[in-house]
């Protein structure tokens, strides 16, 4: 899929081109809050960033064409960094100049290179899922905002649940961890190592070389390990080769668990009645039933003003972009109460993100709170489970083993104090 530069202006999800083919001073003349949005649409997220970005242009869309916000339109630039750091950087340096206060990478590695710059610049860096998960420390990385929960807050989730399931015991209990064998892969492993020697269950480990298209010779060595439960964790192709091979090799779907990274998408390639059971951890609601959603399709999608194709809307990945653009604009809301005349600044919204308090989006999200200590927003979600048709909700909102996160958290963000790194 090729991604051109696009502008989101106006209150529409018309794509134009280049600002330098605007009307000379048109941008001047009224008055904007620009982000930015260098995402992969075209090397590995693919359908993720895809779907993603159609669900924040459509809530954008929704808001500009209710006036925006205090009267300032959001102007959101999409451009496709294809998980490169050349054009990731450069497409962040292009951003700075022209005035973004926000950049969503959507990309661990592009998000962990970006870091330094945004402390720098003072340009709020959403990292929602993606990036560092000791970010959640606003404290060590004021303008690096997760949003909502990390890596390390999810592998607590699907523990918790786990466990629950075993009616509050894991001890004796196997938990095998198939992971892509990269630094985002490896994430939850300090977490699940803490939980193990906690609570007494045994921690198998199994990483497979990225991109993960080739797993063959991993899961049979999970189905001879006779597991309890299995968490997979990847992106992209790895996660439908994953699931695909735990169906192949017997492995119970009821006690198989992805993180966020598993989408209705997924289902269409691995067969929606083969994957009947599996659970993922859920930020935010899925499909067309919460109001936000409700609103895209009556006041944005009806008018033709939709980003991308109306089958999409309500997927998973579209009510995650939903969700973080739904975060961006109560930041800015929350910015205009604490500022009303600003000025519109990197410094200006960051106060405002910082403020975000017992935010649901109508119910879509769970309660969330965003201070300068904690930057996750308070570590809840749930876990869902797909019914053949749809993934439907396991447990209400939740959170679970942050005392485990935070000690993670903590250590490795002073460590970042220290070194930089």
Request: proline share 6%; net charge neutral.
């Amino acid at each position: 899929m090729a991604i051109n530069r696009r502008i989101l202006l106006s209150g529409t999800a018309a794509a134009v081109a280049a600002p330098a083919l605007l009307p000379t001073g048109v941008l001047g003349q009224e008055r904007v809050i620009r982000f930015s949005m260098p995402q992969d649409f075209t090397r590995i997220y693919t359908f993720v960033t895809s779907e993603y970005s159609q669900g924040q242009r459509d809530y954008f869309t929704l808001i500009n064409e209710r006036g925006g916000i205090n009267g300032h339109r959001i102007v959101a630039d999409i451009t496709d960094h294809a998980n490169d750091m050349p054009r990731a950087i450069e497409a962040y340096e292009r951003a700075k100049r022209e005035g973004a206060i926000l950049v969503d990478p959507l990309s661990t590695p592009v998000a962990r290179a970006l870091v330094p710059r945004a402390l720098e610049d003072k340009i709020n860096l959403i990292t929602a899922f993606s990036g560092r998960s000791d970010a959640a420390d606003g404290t060590a990385f004021p303008y690096v905002l997760p949003l909502s929960i990390n890596y390390w807050t999810q592998a607590g989730l699907i523990i918790e649940h786990f466990r629950t399931m075993e009616g509050g015991n894991l001890r004796g209990k196997k938990v095998v961890f198939v992971h892509i064998d990269t630094p985002f892969g490896k994430e939850p492993l300090p977490i699940l190592q803490v939980l193990a020697q906690r609570q007494g269950f045994e921690l198998q480990t199994f990483p497979y070389t990225p991109p993960g298209n080739d797993q063959a010779a991993i899961w049979p060595q999970v189905r001879r390990a006779r597991p309890d439960f299995v968490i997979f964790w990847g992106a992209a192709v790895g996660q439908t080769v994953a699931l695909t091979e735990a169906i192949r090799n017997g492995l119970r779907m009821d006690r198989v668990s992805s993180s966020v990274w598993l989408s209705e998408s997924d289902m269409e390639v691995v067969g929606k009645d083969a994957a009947k059971g599996v659970m993922k951890v859920e930020p935010c609601a899925s499909g067309r039933d919460p109001k936000p959603i409700q609103d895209i399709l009556t006041e944005v999608v009806a008018k033709g003003k939709g980003a991308g194709a109306e089958g999409k809307v309500g997927t998973s990945y579209y009510n995650y972009g939903v969700q973080m653009a739904s975060l961006m604009v109560e930041g800015c809301r929350m910015a205009f109460q604490k500022a009303p005349n600003g000025p519109i600044t990197g410094a200006w919204l960051n106060e405002g993100l910082r403020s975000i308090s017992n935010f649901t989006a109508d119910g879509m999200l769970p309660p969330t709170t965003v201070t300068k200590e904690d930057h996750q927003g308070g570590g809840r979600g749930r876990v869902s489970r797909w019914d053949g048709a749809k993934f439907v909700p396991a447990t209400d909102w939740f959170t679970a083993n942050q005392d485990v996160v935070w000690g993670e958290v903590r250590k490795y963000s002073e460590e970042f104090r220290r070194t930089g790194k």
